[in-house]
């Protein structure tokens, strides 16, 4: 079983439609967990974090955590064409590093 | 402030020549994390520099990679006899320390002919 799991996607939302993103993760000793958007050619952008079983919102996005279910999900609310990035799920496991899903490719349409 | 700079932003170079990669962390922040991203692939650590704590060397792919980090700042990956599965973008990041958010540069996009 990978470490962190993403659908690859595309997922294809229109323009004002939420967007939900999931990821899954496999030690359950994981501590931390963030969202980064990658827009094509560059670099991963932190969007959220979230540490803490629950929904944690910023704006129009909601981070969501299960430890229980080793799940953590990011919604976008008001999709907007700007959002269509790839989005990378990151899970600290207490070592400090990151280990990175492969992420999701979001899509909005106009 | 300034976020994290790395330099050259690109370099193309030779099958089996050294290069150097540089990253100079958001200021005050005593992690910095080396990772890289080959086309279509996820994003793989590399090496970890906490303070003045022996870095964690454990995603180097080969005794190829090396990287050091000078006065708790600046920090340099070199890449020896370069091979073509080099060719990735190097990406630098640093945090205000261990288990905190981790804040990413622009990368360096090597090429390996």
């Known amino acids: 079983q990978k470490e962190v799991e993403q659908n690859s996607g595309p997922l294809s939302v229109p323009e004002g439609a939420i967007a939900s993103l999931n990821c899954t993760y496999s030690d359950r000793v994981s501590q931390s967990f963030f969202w980064y958007r990658q827009y094509s050619g560059k670099s991963p952008e932190l969007i959220m974090s979230?540490?803490?079983?629950g929904d944690k919102e910023d704006g129009r996005f909601t981070a969501q955590l299960n430890k229980a279910s080793q799940y953590v999900s990011l919604l976008i609310r008001d999709s907007q064409p700007s959002d269509s990035a790839t989005y990378l799920c990151?899970?600290?496991?207490?070592?400090?590093?990151?280990?990175f899903g492969k992420g999701t490719m979001l899509l909005v349409s106009p | 402030g300034a976020g994290v700079s790395q330099s050259p932003s690109n370099k193309v170079t030779e099958k089996g020549k050294d290069v150097e990669l540089r990253c100079d962390p958001i200021?005050?922040?005593?992690?910095l994390y080396w990772y890289r991203q080959s086309l279509g692939q996820g994003l793989e650590f590399l090496i970890y520099f906490q303070g003045n704590s022996a870095p964690d060397k454990s995603g180097l792919p080969s005794d190829r990679f090396s990287a050091e980090r000078t006065g708790g700042s600046v920090s340099t990956l070199t890449i020896q006899r370069t091979q073509q599965e080099d060719s990735a973008v190097y990406l630098c990041?640093?945090?205000?320390?261990?288990?905190?958010?981790?804040?990413f540069g622009p990368g360096t996009r090597l090429t390996v002919l």
């Open positions: 979230i540490y803490s079983n």
């Open positions: 990151a899970v600290n496991r207490g070592y400090s590093t990151l280990t």
């Open positions: 990041a640093s945090s205000r320390g261990p288990n905190n958010e981790q804040f």
């Open positions: 200021s005050g922040h005593t992690a």
